[in-house]
């Protein structure tokens, strides 16, 4: 079968496409053929060499594919069905712990950046009804990031104001999901041309972060001036301070992201005074990727795909990523 691996120590010049064995499904395993996947920040950092792994890594941790073979002991799976991979095939309720958050694709073990894999049938739930593999590959890691952050953990609900930052596919699953739940959205980006396509969404409120540096007390103002409900946090210690600001008191604060930084200095007094909640997000359980689904289902959710490349140009669809020209997902083909 044909994959693409990431040599040491890393870089996207250090991928390549080579030929390997099939794998074959073991007890409990399905052997699943795949169609698709989808680039993440997490896959960045990957190939890139910042998160170091094993030499030759098969990278990728989103997949989505066919059942075409299965191992001894699996019942609810069938040969034929299609399925979506989990980020942590072994979290699968229940809260975060060392061994649940073990095993990620493509940075603990070997990804889906590979024709076929044969990982336990828990590893995988259903698509979304009458989803393609490609729109069902941008699920798994961005798409229920922003389910457990709102969802989940700040527990939004109609009427509540909900804070994004960017365009990257954790922001935009955010902006889709909050609007579905009834919230009211502000949204924030660098360009004008990005905030106009998240207008289309469904965002309620606009901000350029570039032109307006006090970006969060501009949020706490259009939130009738007591500050929003939820922030989805994606910068890290460069936009956080804007997020503490942005909050009302009693507000929750989603922190996903390190995309300034992994640390920095925080306005604790600030913070404490507004008692607000930041609580750290890494993606999320089994159960919770299957209660996103229904609520995909039940709400005619469609994600936005930027662009579609073949495994082939893996290393080139990264470097679309690190362009940061894309609005939406970055989807692999197989």
């Not at 010049?13 to 080579?18: A, Q």
Request: a neutral charge; charged letters at 15%.
């Amino acid at each position: 079968m044909k994959v693409a691996a990431v040599k040491a120590p890393g870089g996207l010049d250090k991928i390549v496409v080579e030929g390997r064995s099939e794998p074959i499904a073991g007890p409990g395993q399905v052997l699943v053929k795949l169609h698709a996947s989808s680039l993440n920040f997490h896959d960045l950092a990957v190939v890139s060499g910042r998160i170091k792994t094993a030499d030759g890594r098969i990278p990728m941790s989103d997949g989505a594919g066919e059942v075409v073979g299965i191992g001894d002991g699996v019942g609810a799976v069938k040969t034929g069905d299609h399925v979506l991979s989990t980020f942590f095939p072994n979290w699968t309720s229940g809260g975060p712990t060392g061994d649940r958050l073990r095993g990620v694709p493509g940075d603990h073990i070997d990804g889906f950046a590979a024709e076929y894999v044969a990982m336990p049938a828990t590893a995988f739930t259903r698509l979304p009804k009458g989803w393609s593999f490609a729109q069902a590959a941008t699920l798994p890691c961005a798409a229920l990031t922003a389910w457990r952050a709102l969802m989940v953990e700040a527990r939004i609900k109609p009427g509540d104001v909900v804070l994004t930052q960017g365009t990257g596919g954790v922001s935009i699953f955010a902006v889709q999901f909050a609007k579905a739940a009834g919230a009211t959205v502000i949204a924030t980006s660098s360009s004008d041309e990005k905030l106009a396509r998240l207008k289309d969404l469904g965002a309620d409120h606009l901000i350029n972060y570039k032109s307006d540096p006090k970006w969060g007390r501009s949020a706490a103002a259009l939130a009738t001036g007591q500050g929003v409900d939820a922030v989805v946090e994606v910068g890290g210690p460069g936009t956080l301070s804007q997020s503490i600001h942005a909050c009302r008191i009693g507000g929750h604060i989603s922190l996903i992201g390190v995309l300034t930084g992994v640390a920095g200095d925080v306005p604790t007094a600030l913070a404490m005074s507004k008692n607000v909640t930041i609580k750290g997000i890494t993606v999320g359980s089994r159960q919770e990727q299957q209660e996103m689904i229904a609520a995909i289902d039940a709400n005619g959710i469609q994600p936005i795909i930027d662009s579609t490349f073949p495994l082939d140009a893996i290393a080139a669809a990264f470097r679309h990523q690190v362009s940061q020209s894309h609005f939406g997902k970055i989807c692999l083909t197989l």
